[in-house]
């Protein structure tokens, strides 16, 4: 919905506020009342314990609930029925898909429970199941699914393959540490055993070592076998060399001698073809696949990489011709010649790289295996192989839990579809999952495939759909909820309208789950409609940033008025059916933006105006100035001796040299790789005193961060680093003050996550690799800002983390902002029980990413489509040659170091850091100011449920409003 819009006139983001009247189904005006539906798989009502007389607790249901219809509702509601009606509680299984909902549903069982007992008769039957079930509450399994296998694996090792100690679900750093371990191993024992077969990839212009990305995606689905389609034989591409070399003779000669403009892409790629030609005369398939690369680089089968004006010379017909080579010439030789070679050499060389691979795939399973530590993953393997393969445990395990009740399953892995019905199955012998029928009552499955993020966790709406048939098949029954108890109605019908269509569209029948008009609850009575709209002016270019800095700054006055009453009368009027009766709440607003790009203008916005704010889901650690800081300095301490890293301590903002500095500190023959040691006094006697003690400082400073690496843990050391160095009070109090929550919240963000790897068990050095990780972008984590955990601050955050939240008052914002998917690099046919995982960019050993799109998926013959990418084509890299250590520092090179923007500056007006004069660094204990105060607090006003929700309008005249950038 926040997708690119017109913008030649103005940019449109609606807002939607929800109101409080009370539930009125007589408006409804959906034909289909779930209310019978409700009572068949379990009544509830808040206050009350409605009657059993059409509850069905021996009927299998799989229920489609829509937004806003309360699934985890149904699911308690459920189990409480089922307690009444003499279920014992600990007969129960509820099966979350994460840890805090599975807290959340714990909660809402244990207060449904205590408020039906309050309305039952004291004494009577139900009421004494009732209260024996609250007594005994804790024998009830409710978490996640994971969680539930660990368990299960546990009780049965042995029988599971397993040591008993096993350590369940690694985390992500966890696994890419064991997986690279594997990796690693793998290669050499086919160095050592097999080394042909490193010979053998090294033909094809593979590097081994390059392989490890597609290794990765392999590990990602060992239950599947890769799909392989592929001549026997090396490919014979001497036809298609010599075509394109004729054509290449002739394209060359009528280039134009002079090139004003420069060479366009087709040129510089047709020269580099002649070098190839020159010098390695195509002896080798991998070097003729290279060849033929190059002219797939510039050109698709229907328009070439060809810039006309750069054909201008003195050849009349040149660029006219140069017009056909576009269109006709180059597009032609690669339709016809080029792609159909170059399919079977991908083709070909996919096989070899799969042979090659695969087996280090069932390396890591048994490394695994042996320490004993599974993945989260592996947990569900092992869990469906000790029920399909062991009728005996099975049967067990069902007489342990014989209620399974399943919730968010529009989430779940097909795995975990297989191990319900080994759960649930009448026969205990029956192999295949599909063929399983669950005993009567005992799966109870809750979920909205519309809401199902396809490829999360595995997740797939052709199992969803196929669980519900077999329910279905089996006796049970599929069921819908409609009611929406969350939104106004007004919010509702826009959804229909705005999605009915798209959901429902015939081409995508069997790709898009069919939609369900919402039956809203909360109606509006004829009041003012909770959509509301904020413009956002013409800007000039259709730049995007600016145009996402237009619109935070009028959502940030918008947030300022409501605060301040000062909006309009039917939003501040004080009565329940306004927006803000009461007065609003900072933590009524809640900002989602379509991509997280943007996610820093809307929050230094909103900081510019006051408004305290949190930030979900912009991964933004590794942005961090202070975290960037504090990685040179460590990585200095912990390696001294590493003249780069010393340059890097020396020129960041922590100390704040300059080039001129460092190059006269070399001149006076000061070191770099020495830095555990005092600076000799020759050296100190040959340079300025300010400059020497700007030294001597760092120095000092950098072996007391030494001393406390060696003598405390990694997050107490941290801590005290920060404190001696004012860090955290630096970032408080930057130049601009409205970055200072933002900055501050990211060093303190920066503590947590090395207590969180150090109580893994990390050291020193594990802990600097994995903060060196979140500066490279190579792991994302979230900053944080001083508000962040606040009750009472605007919530902003990109839309994918807002799945399950709600808010008074929701803005749809960054309108102009578009994205695309990633790249496919994969495709499931579990029917076949096949991953398609063919050799595109993202696989590490490609050197460059692709323009061009469909070089994916396989096309016919099993090679990859399109431009995707082929081993041949890649420059082998070397691995293992060292950077030059030696550091060349220009003379008089002006420059404005970082230290200026962590650090306030210092007494005497002096900025930190300055021109290219040298910058003190912080002494242990001193400080550049005060910790910062905490930011006042208002108490929230009573107010009642609220809800929004924010859409951007398209223009009238429906033109495209230019790119935006």
């Excluded at 002006?894 to 306030?904: T, V």
Aim: net charge negative; aromatic share 6%.
């Amino acid at each position: 919905m926040c997708s690119r819009q017109n913008l030649s006139k103005r940019t449109h983001v609606w807002i939607s506020v929800r109101k409080v009247p009370q539930p009125d189904p007589v408006h409804s005006t959906n034909p289909y009342d779930d209310t019978a539906v409700r009572g068949r798989i379990g009544p509830w009502e808040e206050d009350d314990a409605p009657d059993l007389s059409r509850f069905e607790e021996d009927t299998n249901f799989f229920v489609r609930a829509a937004a806003g219809s309360g699934k985890t509702t149904a699911l308690a509601a459920r189990m409480i029925a089922l307690v009444r009606s003499g279920v014992p509680v600990d007969d129960l299984t509820a099966i979350t898909f994460t840890r805090k909902a599975a807290g959340e549903m714990s909660t809402r069982f244990y207060e449904g429970l205590r408020r039906t007992q309050a309305a039952l008769p004291e004494g009577s039957p139900q009421w004494t199941r009732v209260h024996r079930a609250l007594n005994n509450a804790q024998q009830t399994f409710i978490g996640t699914v994971h969680a539930f296998c660990a368990r299960l694996l546990r009780e049965r090792p042995i029988a599971a393959d397993l040591p008993p100690g096993f350590t369940a679900g690694l985390d992500d750093r966890e696994e890419r540490e064991l997986r690279e371990r594997a990796w690693q191993r793998y290669l050499q024992t086919v160095r050592a055993d097999r080394p042909e077969q490193i010979e053998a990839l090294t033909a094809l212009g593979i590097e081994p070592d390059d392989l490890e990305q597609y290794f990765e995606r392999l590990c990602a689905h060992p239950e599947l076998d890769p799909y392989v389609n592929a001549p026997d034989s090396v490919p014979d591409l001497d036809a298609a060399v010599a075509e394109a070399r004729a054509r290449l003779d002739n394209w060359q000669a009528r280039r134009p001698d002079d090139l004003p403009d420069g060479r366009d892409e087709s040129m510089s790629a047709f020269d580099k073809a002649e070098k190839m030609l020159a010098h390695t005369g195509m002896e080798t398939p991998a070097q003729q696949a290279a060849f033929l690369e190059l002219f797939a680089d510039v050109s698709d089968e229907e328009s070439a990489d060809v810039t006309l004006k750069c054909w201008r010379g003195s050849q009349t017909d040149a660029y006219d011709w140069a017009r056909s080579l576009r269109d006709e010439h180059l597009p032609a030789l690669v339709r016809e010649v080029v792609q159909p070679a170059l399919r079977q050499w991908r083709a070909y060389v996919h096989r070899e790289v799969v042979a090659f691979v695969e087996p280090a795939v069932d390396v890591f399973a048994e490394l695994r295996r042996e320490e004993g530590r599974l993945t989260f993953h592996d947990l569900l393997i092992r869990t469906r192989n000790l029920l399909r393969d062991h009728p005996r445990i099975r049967t067990a395990i069902q007489e342990r839990h014989p209620r399974l009740l399943v919730d968010e399953f529009q989430d779940t892995d097909p795995l975990q579809a297989e191990i319900l019905f080994y759960l649930t199955s009448q026969d205990p012998t029956e192999t295949t999952w599909t063929d399983c029928r669950p005993l009567p009552g005992s799966l109870f499955i809750v979920g909205d495939d519309k809401q199902s993020i396809y490829r999360f966790r595995r997740a797939d709406m052709d199992v969803f759909e196929s669980v519900g048939r077999l329910i279905e098949a089996s006796g049970g029954e599929a069921v819908t909820l409609t009611k929406n108890f969350r939104s106004l109605d007004v919010l509702c019908d826009w959804c229909d309208e705005a999605f009915d269509s798209i959901f429902d569209d015939p081409t995508l029948e069997d790709l898009q789950a069919p939609y369900t008009p919402f039956d809203p609850q909360r109606t509006t009575d004829g009041m003012e409609s909770g959509l509301q709209r904020i413009d956002v002016g013409k800007v000039s270019g259709n730049w995007g940033s600016d145009i996402a800095q237009a619109d935070a700054t009028r959502i940030a006055r918008f947030i300022r008025a409501a605060r301040a009453g000062a909006l309009d009368d039917h939003m501040d009027r004080n009565d329940e059916a306004a927006a803000f009766a009461g007065g609003a709440d900072y933590s009524d607003f809640l900002l989602l933006t379509r991509t997280k790009s943007r996610l820093s203008v809307y929050a230094e916005t909103l900081a510019e105006h006051g408004i305290p704010y949190t930030v979900t889901g912009s991964e933004d650690l590794g942005d961090a100035a202070e975290l960037k800081a504090l990685v040179d300095l460590l990585t200095c301490a912990l390696r001294p001796d590493d003249a780069v890293a010393c340059v890097a301590y020396l020129k960041g903002p922590l100390v704040g040299a300059s080039d001129d500095a460092l190059y006269r500190f070399a001149q006076a023959g000061g070191t770099f790789d020495r830095m555990h040691e005092p600076i000799p006094a020759p050296v100190r006697n040959a340079l300025d005193a300010e400059v020497a003690e700007m030294f001597v400082e760092a120095f000092e400073h950098l072996r007391a961060v030494r001393t406390a690496l060696r003598e405390r843990r990694p997050p107490v050391a941290l801590e005290q680093i920060i404190d001696d160095l004012g860090v955290l009070a630096g970032a408080a109090h930057p130049p601009d003050p409205s970055e200072g929550s933002l900055r501050a919240g990211r060093v303190l963000r920066t503590v947590t996550y090395v207590q969180s790897l150090a109580a893994q068990g990390l050291s020193w050095a594990e802990v600097l690799e994995e903060l060196q990780r979140v500066v490279d972008g190579e792991e994302d984590v979230d900053g944080m800002t001083l508000e962040t955990g606040s009750e009472d601050a605007v919530r902003v955050m990109n839309v994918h983390q807002a799945k399950g939240l709600e808010a008074p008052v929701v803005f749809l914002a960054d309108p102009y902002s578009r994205s695309s998917g990633p790249p496919v690099r994969r495709h499931l046919r579990r029917d076949a029980g096949e991953l398609v995982a063919p050799i595109v960019q993202g696989s590490g050993y490609l050197g460059r990413a692709r323009r061009r799109p469909g070089g994916g998926l396989p096309g016919p013959g099993g090679a990859p489509r399109g431009g995707g990418g082929t081993a041949a084509a890649v420059r082998s890299r070397h691995p293992g040659e060292e950077p030059p250590r030696r550091v060349d520092l220009p003379g008089k090179a002006r420059r404005r170091p970082l230290g200026a923007a962590l650090f306030p500056p210092r007494r005497g007006g002096r900025p930190g850091a300055g021109g290219t004069g040298p910058r003190r660094p912080l002494r242990p204990g001193r400080r550049p100011g005060p910790a910062p105060e905490a930011s006042p607090r208002q108490a929230p006003g009573p107010h009642s449920r609220r809800g929004a929700a924010v859409v951007p309008e398209r223009d009238r005249d429906g033109r495209q409003g230019g790119p935006p950038r």
